[in-house]
Each structure stands twice: as structure tokens, then as C-alpha cells.
């Protein structure tokens, strides 16, 4: 089967590092998203990897290990606009159009 | 700015009554998608059109139906909501189907079924 799995929630305080992780099994691999949500609205995309390694965007970092089926989200400097829940999607290689997406982590940023 | 527009934002409906959601697009993508997103649950893809060519996932039920009657606007039609159908209805864009091509969602209809 194909199967995402994320922490349900973590909580964070403002200014500090906070890494959310993301492991997959799925029938191939086309690459992996990161999408944030806030409560109510669309996922807004943040980053992709499709090799292995750490892609930097700003505050934001995501590292992907095939291998290990494995992701991570980084969010430095953490501002309490990051309270969101956090969406890992993977797109299989059966389909590949298709996004399989985790439940999402739902991140509290505390001041 | 190019981007994805759902009306309305929240749709009220009664028990059997059918009920229409819209989508549009300014940024000429080929492929628009529906999902379903229940609260703290994933995104659940419903099918997706790639220019003409619809596709259906296999565990979509009968009940919802979608029409594309040109690039720029896409629709969801359930036939006869169930109180199981009340979600966050997420229309999504893409400019290709293959590795890398990002999608954009459209804000979400939040449809409560009465």
C-alpha cells in the first residue's frame, strides 16, 4: 500500500528551529512536496525534492533521503505566523500525476 | 494575479439535494483537480482533467461528478450530498502532470450538508 506519515502536532517557540519529519512508502517515486496550510485554507506550496540532499528556500529547508523513505521540513527563526499544519505529499511512480498526501502536522508556535 | 478562484466559500445544502461547486483559473494550466479534505485528514484526490481527458480515481463514488467546459473553469456536482460529504473542497492547478510540476489550490469551498 501506499502509505505518509507525519507527527499529528509539535509546538515550537517563536525564534527558535523547529524540523518536521516525514516518512513514505510508496510504489515509486517522483518526488516530494511541502505544503502549508492555515486553518481554513488552501495548502500554499513550499518546497520540492526529487534527489537527495537539502533544498534552501529563506527560513525554509527540506531534505529528502530515498533510500530511508524519508523527509524533513526545517523552519528556522520561527514567527508565529508559522502556526499551520504542514502537509508532506509524495508523488508515486505508478501515477504520475498523483499526490499522496500525509494527515499533516498541525505546528503551535508559542511566543 | 494568476490564481485559482472557488465559489462560493461555504455552501449550505440539505440531505439529497444536489449542489454545485466552481473553480476557475487565470494561469492556463492543463490539468485541474478536485479533492476532498475532511477536518485533520489529508487531501483525498476525487479525479483530476488534463485538458479534456477526465480521470476518475478509483474510489470516487458514483455521487460526485465533474464537467470542464473549457481550460479556465472546472465543476464539482454531488448528485445527492450525504452527510458523510460535509468537507473542505479543494480545487487544484497544474501546468503539466510529470515530476516537478507544483500544483496551486484554490482557497476551498467548505460545504456543510443539513
Known amino acids: 500500500g501506499q502509505n505518509i506519515d507525519q507527527p499529528t502536532e509539535m509546538t515550537a517557540t517563536e525564534g527558535a528551529i523547529v524540523q518536521i519529519n516525514c516518512t513514505y512508502q510508496?510504489?515509486?517515486?517522483?518526488?516530494l512536496f511541502w505544503y502549508q496550510q492555515h486553518a481554513g485554507e488552501a495548502p500554499t506550496f513550499l518546497s520540492y525534492?526529487?534527489?537527495?540532499g537539502l533544498e534552501e528556500k529563506g527560513r525554509f529547508s527540506s531534505f529528502l533521503s530515498r533510500s530511508k523513505g524519508y523527509s524533513y521540513l526545517l523552519l528556522k527563526e520561527l514567527q508565529m505566523k508559522d502556526s499551520a499544519s504542514y502537509l508532506c505529499?509524495?508523488?508515486?511512480?505508478?501515477?504520475?500525476?498523483?499526490?499522496?498526501f500525509g494527515s499533516g502536522t498541525r505546528l503551535l508556535v508559542r511566543p | 494575479d494568476a490564481m485559482v478562484i472557488q465559489n462560493p466559500r461555504y455552501q449550505v445544502t440539505q440531505f439529497g439535494k444536489p449542489v454545485t461547486l466552481s473553480c476557475s483559473q487565470t494561469?492556463?494550466?492543463?490539468?485541474m483537480y478536485w479533492y476532498q479534505q475532511k477536518s485533520s485528514q489529508a487531501p483525498k484526490l476525487l479525479f483530476h482533467?488534463?485538458?479534456?481527458?477526465?480521470?476518475n480515481e478509483a474510489d470516487t463514488p458514483d455521487n460526485f461528478q465533474s464537467r470542464r467546459p473549457n481550460t479556465s473553469f472546472c465543476f464539482l456536482d454531488i448528485r445527492s450530498p450525504g452527510l458523510g460529504d460535509a468537507a473542505m473542497y479543494l480545487c487544484?492547478?497544474?501546468?503539466?502532470?510529470?515530476?516537478?510540476?507544483?500544483?496551486?489550490f484554490g482557497p476551498g469551498t467548505r460545504l456543510t450538508v443539513l
Open positions: 510508496t510504489s515509486g517515486f517522483n518526488g
Open positions: 482533467y488534463y485538458d479534456k481527458d477526465f480521470n
Open positions: 525534492n526529487v534527489l537527495d
Open positions: 505529499a509524495v508523488r508515486g511512480g505508478d501515477s504520475s500525476y498523483k499526490l499522496i
Open positions: 487544484a492547478t497544474s501546468r503539466g502532470r510529470t515530476s516537478g510540476n507544483e500544483q496551486f
Open positions: 494561469l492556463n494550466h492543463n490539468v
